[in-house]
């Protein structure tokens, strides 16, 4: 199984301000990496698919990179509605596994 | 518009049994791959079954392997989850979702309780 490991756990930033999440993987991964969005109550919600692509309606501030082992999503200046849980997501290998999530916290 | 529209959790014993449904609109659902997936109240989200468009092939995490069972009635736009032997950390919000490779649509899930 493929463990994803996301860092930090927590991330206290202010509005305008650029964010920063990482997601390290067990295995390369190739390409197979993506991101959700979810905030409390609500279902997640799609980001980022194949490492880079930005899902149809996410604004351009929501970028993703990196390839193999290291990935990046970053949000280049903060608007409230962005502070929610991160997660990443592998489809390389069975099982699909998920990262613990990153809390992005208004500071 | 894409809908996925989950229903039939509740409360139930350990060793319980419920069934699970997903009612999906808005797409040509006989082409996508289904799959659920759960999320322990106050915790992440964790893949439990995939479902391929015309049931051939069928994949189930380690946790749930002989206990759940996923199926599919493409004539009725339906996803289905049968969980069997209920467990107190099988208690989740379970969400039906699409595989547009990524997963691309999320319904709002339905709970599934398991408490004496």
Known sequence: ???????????????????????????????????????????????????????????????????????????????PEDFAVYYCQQRSNWPITFGQGTRLEIK | EVQLVESGGGLVKPGGSLRLSCAASGFSFSSYTMNWVRQAPGKGLEWVSSISPTSTYIYYADSVKGRFTISRDNAKNSLFLQVNSLRAEDTAVYYCVRDGNPFDYWGQGTLVTVSS
């Not at chain 1, 493929?2 to 390369?28: K, M, Y």
């Not at chain 1, 991101?35 to 993703?64: E, M, V």
């Open chain 1, 1 to 79: 199984e493929i463990v994803l490991t996301q860092s930090p756990v927590t991330l206290s930033l202010s509005p305008g301000e650029r964010a920063t999440l990482s997601c390290r993987a067990s295995q390369r991964l190739g390409n197979y990496l993506a991101w959700y969005q979810q905030k409390s109550g609500r279902a997640p919600r799609l980001l980022i698919y194949d490492a880079s692509n930005r899902a149809t309606g996410i604004p351009a501030r929501f970028s993703g990179s990196g390839s193999g082992t290291d990935f990046t999503l970053t949000i280049s200046s903060l608007e």
